[in-house]
């Protein structure tokens, strides 16, 4: 069994957008960034944070895809993650652990934020559909170039 | 089994309730200060190491003992631990998490933190000992209660000196 883990430092659940990336339920291609985060906001993926677990599904080879989110918990994610599965003798072969680095956090931070003031509640959406805007083209570079199971065969 | 300490930094009270489960300390006396200063990886860990589940060694029972650092955010680690479990298919019986924080004392933090995140380590570290001496028989009681839900006994210091006094500590950072 062969699995792809994805984590983020942070709140917004990118790990889980990535880890649709690679399960092709999200195009590679250009999305809209409202259409984006209708979804996310529609799949409840934000009450995964804090560290739980997402299960995504399986594609075809079998590869299952999970992601965790954590706010400012990068390192201690990576260890925990890593060195929980070298305890139990899980090696890269049947694991990839990819981390999905989040720049410009700030704009959804403000975001959020304006979201949930009362009198600027209108504004805040706008500035994280700019981030997820800004992010997305990353994120699927990054599911390119590090959740590839053939490269960490070779 | 594989029981796994946890404190807030995994330096100091987690170390010590690791090293008296594998029998390093004694369990009729609170240890000499040298004693808690020279055990097994007291007072040693990093910031970049938290988050990472250490080998302390293996118990008379065949159990591996491991401590880790999980900063304030013990959920964290059980979100994380339960999540693996789940889709590695590990038995979430084949492992026990063992929070030692309630253990932690205000000279234990005050220590701790001069001498791990200060780096005032000739400060610290003496305060942090004093500490633990202060809190050994929680720590103690804490083991013990691991002991008791393996339904295995703690056994008596004489007993684990033979299986130990050859075995050095194995070192192994995962």
Known sequence: MKALVLFSSSDFPLSAV????????????????????????ARNDRRYSGGRMRYLGENRQGIRVVAFSCRSG???????????????????????????????????????????????TFGGRPLMEKYIKKI??????????????????? | MKIIYHCFGGAHSSVTAANIHLGRLPKDR???????????????????????????????????????????????????????SDVFQIDKNSYMLTDVSPCVNLTMKLGGFMSRRLGLI????????WGTRRNYKRLL??????????????????????KFIFRSPEVEYY
Do not use: W
């Not at chain 1, 139990?88 to 949930?116: A, Q």
């Not at chain 2, 293996?58 to 491991?66: A, E």
């Not at chain 2, 000739?122 to 000992?129: D, F, K, L, S, Y």
């Open chain 1, 18 to 41: 990535a880890g649709n990336i690679f399960l092709k339920q999200l195009l590679s291609e250009k999305i809209s960034a409202v259409e984006l985060l209708d979804l996310i906001f």
């Open chain 2, 141 to 162: 009681a804490e083991v013990e209660k691991v002991f008791s839900r393996l339904d295995q006994k703690l056994p008596p210091d004489k007993d684990i000196q033979k």
């Open chain 1, 136 to 154: 997305y083209p990353r994120l699927v570079e990054t599911v390119k170039l590090d959740c590839n199971f053939q490269i960490s065969d070779n």
């Open chain 2, 30 to 84: 609170v240890p000499r200060n040298e004693e808690l200063i020279g055990q097994y990886l007291f007072d040693c860990h990093k910031i970049t190491d938290t988050g990472k589940m250490i080998f302390m060694g293996r118990d008379i029972f065949g159990n591996d003992i491991y401590v880790v650092g999980r900063r304030s955010r013990p959920h964290l680690l059980y979100n994380v631990v339960s999540g693996l």
């Open chain 1, 74 to 120: 990068k390192v201690m994610l990576k260890n925990l993650i890593t060195t929980f599965l070298e305890m139990y003798g899980i090696d890269t072969n049947h694991c990839r652990i990819v981390e999905i680095k989040t720049p410009g956090g700030f704009l959804f931070l403000m975001g959020e934020l304006l979201s949930i003031l009362p009198p600027a």
């Open chain 2, 122 to 129: 000739t400060a610290g570290r003496p305060i942090v000992t």
